[in-house]
């Protein structure tokens, strides 16, 4: 297909900036540039040996913007990042915060940033370029986004990736790091999308390449839900008026809950869902177990409550009644959900990305989800606690307010059709722990001022 969307090139073009030598210094600014990144897993850590394996021009020119696709080494192994760098020989201040730095004189800038440049990739998907190993996709049935001056302006709360909103019409998310195969985070959506579910927002389009002979997803197009707020913002903000008798959000959780179950069958519906086998149950208490030493390893503030978290994730191995497992979100939690005007909507479905792609691909019960919700009710609480360790009553309005929103999410799952949580008592205690156990994880590497949220949950559990 011819390359539609590239514009003629500047007498200078992309040529002095793609020699080896300018690779070689863009790559040199990259190594400090990622571990200040908030998407990069690494953060902070020293960065070395950092691997160009696929780079292609989309525009030349300038704003000239390049598509790189770098592997950088993490203390798990390496792994592949996605970069898409835009060239300016002037930056306009409005750039200067997404600055890699200059070479021969030229600023290379993250150009996801760049409206002009996110207008590319716009372009790209609404005429499905090809470009080298790129493949920009559209939906037959999206609508025409492309040429209709629809900036594309970056969401500041994103941390795993970076998404771009045009106009309030279509988001599209940039996968920032990258893995090979059918990524849930498209797979699911469209899915159920194709089934007329109103609890995903329709894919439009995405764009992907090929690694080594394997699919790898790049970003996805997606339905933008104008006017819609995202849980932990609406959560927070009923958490400071939780002085009243009853608040709003207790209703709230009570639909979100039976959103979840609708986004369950949902799921089920599309996927399939089976009883986990004994064997099963057992290895799943086991990797629990595993992953538990590892995190008193770390934090050894865990330790004291070792013998009862152990004992939780022991029952569910002698658990008697079918558990029964399914695709489910995975990485569920009030800033993955959206208020729409219609009712609550659920976002990326790609999953921790930590976790390996094909256990995001497997099933599990869907109590995870709902483990995961539990413990953001009790984060939204317990976040207004920092810095007021000492304030009795401001901790029993906030802990009143889980309970009413735990009660109230728990009877909405049930009464829409999802397993009831009060009945299976033993494995959600087990997986909101484990969840847990892995907030203490995640908050010690990364944001050590609120560890003392999952350690104070786990130490009243």
């Given amino acids: 297909?011819?390359?539609?969307?590239?514009?003629?090139?500047?007498?200078?073009?992309?040529?002095?900036?793609?020699?080896?030598?300018?690779?070689?210094?863009?790559?040199?600014?990259?190594?400090?540039?990622?571990?200040?990144?908030?998407?990069?897993?690494?953060?902070?850590?020293?960065?070395?040996?950092l691997r160009l394996i696929s780079d292609i021009p989309l525009q030349t020119g300038y704003p000239a913007l390049r598509h790189l696709i770098v592997e950088a080494p993490l203390r798990a192994g390496r792994a592949a990042f996605q970069v898409p760098v835009g060239y300016r020989p002037d930056l306009p201040a409005a750039l200067e915060s997404a600055l890699i730095g200059s070479v021969d004189g030229v600023a290379c800038y993250d150009a996801l940033h760049d409206p002009e440049l996110a207008d590319v990739l716009l372009r790209g998907i609404s005429e499905q370029r090809v470009a080298g190993r790129l493949r920009f996709v559209r939906e037959?049935?999206?609508p025409e986004l492309a040429g209709g001056g629809l900036d594309g302006r970056v969401l500041g709360a994103e941390q795993s990736n970076t998404s771009l909103v045009f106009a309030d019409h279509a988001i599209l998310k940039m996968l920032r790091r990258l893995f090979p195969g059918a990524n849930p985070d498209l797979e699911v959506a469209d899915a159920l999308a194709r089934l007329g579910s109103t609890r995903v927002a329709a894919p439009y389009g995405w764009i992907e390449t090929d690694l080594d002979g394997e699919l790898v997803l790049l970003g996805v197009l997606s339905k933008f839900l104008?006017?819609?707020?995202?849980?932990?913002?609406?959560?927070?903000?009923?958490?400071?008026?939780?002085?009243?008798?009853?608040?709003?959000?207790?209703?709230?959780?009570?639909?979100?809950?039976?959103?979840?179950?609708?986004?369950?069958?949902?799921?089920?519906?599309?996927?399939?869902?089976?009883?986990l086998t004994a064997a099963e149950l057992a290895e799943l208490a086991g990797d629990m177990q595993r992953k538990l030493s590892e995190a008193i390893d770390l934090v050894p503030d865990l330790a004291p409550h070792e013998a009862r978290i152990r004992a939780a994730y022991h029952a569910i191995g002698q658990l008697s009644e079918p558990v029964s497992a399914q695709r489910i979100h995975g990485d569920y939690h009030l800033g993955q959900v959206l208020r729409a005007p219609y009712g609550w909507v659920a976002l990326d479905f790609e999953g921790e990305p930590a976790v390996p792609l094909s256990v995001r691909r497997g099933v599990a019960p869907t109590l995870r989800d709902v483990a995961g919700m539990l413990r953001s009710f009790d984060y939204a609480a317990r976040h207004e606690l920092i810095g007021e360790p000492r304030d009795g009553a401001l901790a029993e309005q906030a802990g009143a307010w889980v309970r009413r929103c735990h009660d109230a999410f728990c009877a909405g799952y049930a009464a829409a059709g999802g397993i009831d949580p009060a009945q299976h008592a033993a494995l959600l205690r087990a997986l909101t722990l484990e969840k847990a156990v892995y907030e203490v994880v995640y908050e010690y590497r990364h944001r050590p001022s609120w560890l003392p949220i999952p350690l104070g949950f786990v130490a009243a559990a």
Avoid: I
């Fill in 1 to 49: 297909m011819p390359d539609s969307t590239a514009r003629p090139a500047s007498p200078l073009g992309l040529a002095p900036l793609t020699g080896r030598d300018a690779t070689a210094a863009l790559l040199e600014l990259l190594t400090r540039w990622l571990p200040r990144q908030r998407w990069f897993p690494g953060r902070g850590d020293p960065l070395a040996d």
């Fill in 226 to 275: 104008s006017g819609a707020s995202d849980g932990w913002t609406l959560a927070l903000a009923s958490v400071r008026d939780s002085a009243a008798p009853s608040t709003p959000f207790a209703a709230e959780a009570r639909l979100l809950g039976q959103a979840t179950a609708e986004l369950h069958a949902d799921m089920a519906a599309a996927f399939g869902s089976r009883e």
């Fill in 140 to 142: 037959p049935d999206a």
